[in-house]
């Protein structure tokens, strides 16, 4: 493995990322359905991974048929979330305060915003702030331009799917309607695009977030994610 992989790869059917603060931790996102990956490879990947410092390898958040392919690897829960989903069935908010486009000069600002925002688990460094981005084929980033960068919102389109991908408030922000048009600006995007069902996830722990979402008519689907964890010394 080159030097020039070694924050971000694919391989094996993974999309791997290591740490930017701590090579220590390494995060893997399937890219193939549960049925197409293969344990061998997959264990190959986990093999190099420990060749290159990694400690504890954490998956993205995983519906419960992918949950099932990775615990047969040795993989335990980490943390269970709740996952959302948004039909359009119903009337749905506008956006009630001004957003604009992200430049490339607010990356900074946007990764400040989201560690703020975030326990220190869930908090995007660079090359995760980009996985985000690029994860689907159609992007949308929104940036409250009311009161300054306070908040951003990253949303993901693929066919007729879509995912809110990320919504970030600064705590000294918090309370005053920037997550909820933000989350306004999402949804009507999305329906502009004839999306049939928009997902979100949030932390089961995570009341505020929750409350939020289905205020807006967002439900909960039927099985939840989860996030696992592998560990070279389990």
Do not use: C
């Amino acid at each position: 493995m080159s030097s020039d992989h070694l924050l971000q790869w694919r391989s094996n059917g993974l999309r791997v990322r290591i740490s930017g603060s701590t090579h220590l931790v390494a995060h893997v996102t399937p890219l193939l359905p549960a049925q197409k990956l293969r344990q061998s490879k997959v264990l190959h990947s986990l093999n190099e991974l420990s060749k290159v410092g990694a400690e504890n390898v954490f998956t993205s958040a995983l519906r419960p048929r992918e949950q099932q392919f990775f615990t047969d690897l040795g993989f335990t829960l980490h943390e269970e979330l709740f996952l959302l989903a948004h039909n359009f069935e119903s009337p749905i908010d506008f956006p009630t305060r001004s957003s604009r486009k992200f430049r490339h000069s607010d990356w900074g600002e946007l990764l400040k915003i989201d560690n703020a925002a975030f326990p220190q688990f869930w908090q995007f460094d660079g090359p995760a702030l980009a996985e985000a981005i690029s994860a689907t084929p159609r992007t949308r980033i929104r940036i409250d331009a009311q009161d300054g960068p306070a908040g951003f919102a990253i949303t993901g389109r693929s066919g007729r799917m879509g995912f809110l991908q990320r919504v970030a408030v600064d705590p000294h922000h918090q309370r005053i309607g920037i997550g909820r048009s933000l989350v306004a600006d999402a949804l009507q995007w999305s329906k502009r695009r004839f999306v049939r069902e928009l997902l979100v996830n949030t932390q089961t722990n995570n009341s505020r977030a929750l409350s939020l979402y289905e205020s807006m008519g967002f439900t909960k689907k039927h099985g939840g994610l989860a996030v696992l964890q592998w560990s070279v010394t389990s």
